[in-house]
Nanobody, 126 residues
Framework: VQLQASGGGLVQAGGSLRLSCTAS????????MGWFRQVPGKEREFVAS????????DYGNSVKGRFTIPRDNAENTVFLQMHSLKPEDTAVYYC????????????????????WGQGTQVTVSS
């Protein structure tokens, strides 16, 4: 399984950005997908997770109400739509895939995920 993340960049505070992550796997709809972020010297932080069919989603407390995590199973792609960005959202964002979860579940800890993308930098200027 390979995950290719894209869409990062530089944005002003209050702006929006959409990250994409495309997976090279034939059974994408059977993977829980997640987004995490990390800044140097800190642990990887949970951002969002979505269940197989998208019926369940979960978000980290720091992004609730500002970020959403839609997925398109026909395109093997998960997105992270980010609004009202803050300087503290600056980080490298990673997408991840969990192939061991059951239908309807989400995964909120990095240990649950077997596959990781390469990361994409998001920088929010004040």
């Amino acid at each position: 399984v390979q995950l290719q993340a894209s869409g990062g960049g530089l944005v002003q505070a209050g702006g929006s950005l959409r990250l994409s992550c495309t997976a090279s796997v034939p059974t994408f709809s059977r993977y829980v997908m997640g987004w995490f972020r990390q800044v140097p010297g800190k642990e990887r932080e949970f951002v969002a997770s979505i269940s197989w069919s998208g019926t369940r989603r979960d978000y980290g407390n720091s992004v609730k109400g500002r970020f959403t995590i839609p997925r398109d199973n026909a395109e093997n792609t998960v997105f992270l739509q980010m609004h009202s960005l803050k300087p503290e959202d600056t980080a490298v964002y990673y997408c991840a895939a969990d192939g061991n979860a059951v239908s309807g579940a989400v995964s909120t800890t990095p240990q649950r995920y077997e596959y990781w993308g390469q990361g994409t930098q998001v920088t929010v200027s004040s």
